[in-house]
């Protein structure tokens, strides 16, 4: 009897189903009729909507696909079947798909989306929460995306591919089949032109102009800056820095906390075990600050004394902490040989800092040495493009070409360099700027072919004329 009154019970479940699907589909072709009478869309009889779910024209909803509350979906957006879109859960407002954006079929795609234009997502997609998306992206088919993943326009994701938590993918950058980007703490930040079965730490900083070969691995905290290439099967440690245009050759490795210097090359199969360059890697904490009555108050540099030394010794320490060497009469500690080096050097001698007439000494001589760091810079920011071999050493430099004095001091903080001049790395030019020997208010730059300086004494606060502006530092 109970089977007999059970089977009486689904007869009638499935009249009533059959009912509610021939009044939601009168003519019989598989969509809600509802929506395509209203503006010519199709969701299918048999996909679930949220409350709050807005469909636009054109638009598809694929069998059993199910989409949350509050999604919007724009015109010409294809679901496909058996899609979820979970919806909106803690966001204020509706959660967007672009229009002309495909979902292939059975993608998860978890709360507050927020999905752009002409996206491509393939089928079998798993995407967290918080998933943002620009125009034009595509995701390969079983792609893996953590919580918080931003996919900038034009970013392309292979198939199979798996991208960890609070990461960026820069506009137009590739992430070839397999590749696998861990989760981050803060924010990783991908671009470039990742290879196949890649695998990249957490917190890595990408540049757009790089290329990863195939089966490369990256720890965490990498920073790969422009220009970069890092061949097939290289391992990379945690907290590597690759400077700009650098080469790692095929199944090189670069060990952890290692600093590869702009333009060097590791060959191929090669261990760097040790930093390639020496700059920034002394934590610079300096404790002063210099009196005077510059422009904008720029005249109070932080700065430390570190003691009496050579000027390559100097410029070498300032390197190592990413600092710059600025002397002035606020910074001195009575006279005579506490007046220490500038940046600028002329052969066998270099300035040091006394107002109001040039002065010089040679290079191995000892005075003192005199770091700083402007405050208005929030921290070494600035990648320089140019390197010059000089007597034993290379120098990564920059010519900023005219520039105010206070703006000269803030470029050479942002990248961690010094004023420099021509002169200092072997070739020449005047007209460039000096370290200021008095900060109330007085501004030099190098002339005689660098035998002398030139000078502007002004009334306090007072900005200076412009000069040529060189900044840079000893990498190697």
Same mark, same amino acid.
């Given at each position: 009897?109970?089977?007999?009154?059970?089977?009486?019970?689904?007869?009638?479940?499935?009249?009533?189903?059959?009912?509610?699907?021939?009044?939601?589909?009168?003519?019989?072709?598989?969509? %809600?009729?509802?929506?395509?009478?209203?503006?010519?869309?199709?969701?299918?009889?048999?996909?679930?909507?949220?409350?709050?779910?807005?469909?636009?024209?054109?638009?598809?909803?694929? %069998?059993?696909?199910?989409?949350?509350?509050?999604?919007?979906?724009?015109?010409?957006?294809?679901?496909?079947?058996?899609?979820?879109?979970?919806?909106?859960?803690?966001?204020?407002?509706?959660?967007?798909?672009?229009?002309?954006?495909?979902?292939?079929?059975?993608?998860?795609?978890?709360?507050?989306?927020?999905?752009?234009?002409?996206?491509?997502?393939?089928?079998?997609?798993?995407?967290?929460?918080?998933?943002?998306?620009?125009?034009?992206?595509?995701?390969?088919?079983?792609?893996?995306?953590?919580?918080?993943?931003?996919?900038?326009?034009?970013?392309?994701?292979?198939?199979?591919?798996?991208?960890? /938590?609070?990461?960026?993918? /820069?506009?137009?950058?590739?992430?070839?089949?397999?590749?696998?980007?861990?989760?981050?703490?803060?924010?990783?930040?991908?671009?470039?032109?990742?290879?196949?079965?890649?695998?990249?730490?957490?917190?890595?900083?990408? /540049?757009?102009?790089?290329?990863?070969?195939?089966?490369?691995?990256?720890?965490?905290?990498?920073?790969?800056?422009?220009?970069?290439?890092?061949?097939?099967?290289?391992?990379?440690?945690?907290?590597?820095?690759?400077?700009?245009?650098?080469?790692?050759?095929?199944?090189?490795?670069?060990?952890?906390?290692?600093?590869?210097?702009?333009?060097?090359?590791?060959?191929?199969?090669?261990?760097?075990?040790?930093?390639?360059?020496?700059?920034?890697?002394?934590?610079?904490?300096?404790?002063?600050? @210099?009196?005077?009555?510059?422009?904008?108050?720029?005249?109070?540099?932080?700065?430390?004394?570190?003691?009496?030394?050579?000027?390559?010794?100097?410029?070498?320490?300032?390197? %190592?902490?990413?600092? @710059?060497?600025?002397?002035?009469?606020?910074?001195?500690?009575?006279?005579?040989?506490?007046?220490?080096?500038?940046?600028?050097?002329?052969?066998?001698?270099?300035?040091?800092?006394?107002?109001?007439?040039?002065?010089?000494?040679?290079?191995?001589?000892?005075?003192?040495?005199?770091?700083?760091?402007?405050?208005?810079?929030?921290?070494?920011?600035?990648?320089?493009?140019?390197?010059?071999?000089?007597?034993?050493?290379?120098?990564?430099?920059?010519?900023?070409?005219?520039?105010?004095?206070?703006?000269?001091?803030?470029?050479?903080?942002?990248?961690?360099?010094?004023?420099?001049?021509?002169?200092?790395?072997?070739?020449?030019?005047?007209?460039?700027?000096?370290? @200021?020997?008095?900060?109330?208010?007085?501004?030099?730059?190098?002339?005689?072919?660098?035998?002398?300086?030139?000078?502007?004494?002004?009334?306090?606060?007072?900005?200076?004329?412009?000069?040529?502006?060189?900044?840079?530092?000893?990498?190697?």
């Amino acid at each position: 009897m109970q089977s007999i009154l059970w089977g009486v019970h689904m007869l009638v479940i499935l009249s009533l189903m059959a009912s509610v699907a021939s009044a939601a589909d009168l003519d019989g072709d598989g969509c %809600e009729d509802s929506y395509a009478d209203a503006n010519s869309a199709c969701v299918s009889t048999s996909a679930t909507l949220g409350s709050g779910v807005t469909v636009g024209g054109s638009a598809v909803v694929g %069998e059993y696909a199910s989409v949350g509350a509050d999604t919007a979906l724009a015109a010409t957006v294809f679901v496909g079947s058996r899609v979820t879109l979970v919806g909106r859960v803690s966001e204020p407002t509706a959660r967007p798909v672009g229009s002309g954006t495909v979902i292939g079929r059975q993608a998860y795609i978890d709360a507050d989306h927020d999905i752009g234009a002409d996206n491509s997502i393939g089928r079998a997609v798993v995407a967290g929460q918080r998933l943002q998306t620009g125009a034009n992206v595509s995701i390969g088919y079983a792609t893996t995306l953590g919580d918080d993943v931003t996919l900038s326009s034009g970013a392309v994701v292979g198939n199979l591919a798996g991208i960890g /938590d609070k990461t960026t993918v /820069d506009a137009s950058a590739v992430l070839g089949r397999g590749a696998t980007i861990l989760n981050s703490s803060t924010a990783g930040v991908i671009g470039g032109i990742i290879g196949p079965d890649v695998t990249i730490g957490g917190d890595n900083d990408i /540049d757009v102009s790089a290329r990863i070969r195939k089966g490369a691995t990256l720890g965490n905290d990498v920073t790969v800056l422009d220009g970069v290439r890092i061949a097939r099967d290289a391992i990379i440690g945690d907290g590597v820095t690759i400077g700009a245009n650098a080469r790692i050759g095929a199944g090189a490795q670069v060990t952890a906390t290692t600093v590869v210097a702009p333009g060097a090359v590791v060959a191929r199969g090669e261990t760097l075990d040790e930093p390639s360059t020496l700059h920034n890697t002394i934590a610079f904490n300096p404790p002063n600050t @210099s009196g005077g009555c510059s422009y904008a108050g720029t005249h109070a540099i932080q700065y430390e004394n570190i003691g009496s030394m050579d000027w390559r010794s100097c410029m070498s320490a300032a390197s %190592e902490r990413g600092a @710059s060497v600025s002397s002035n009469a606020y910074t001195q500690v009575g006279s005579g040989s506490t007046n220490g080096w500038a940046g600028h050097r002329n052969g066998a001698n270099a300035m040091w800092a006394k107002w109001a007439s040039y002065q010089q000494a040679g290079i191995t001589t000892n005075r003192a040495c005199v770091l700083s760091r402007d405050p208005r810079s929030s921290g070494i920011t600035a990648t320089l493009n140019s390197t010059q071999a000089y007597d034993g050493d290379t120098w990564v430099y920059q010519d900023y070409g005219s520039q105010y004095y206070d703006q000269c001091i803030l470029l050479a903080s942002n990248a961690g360099a010094s004023i420099i001049t021509p002169y200092t790395i072997g070739l020449s030019g005047d007209n460039y700027w000096v370290p @200021s020997v008095h900060t109330c208010n007085t501004y030099e730059w190098v002339t005689g072919g660098g035998t002398s300086y030139a000078y502007q004494s002004i009334s306090g606060g007072q900005r200076s004329t412009t000069k040529s502006c060189m900044v840079g530092y000893i990498s190697q």
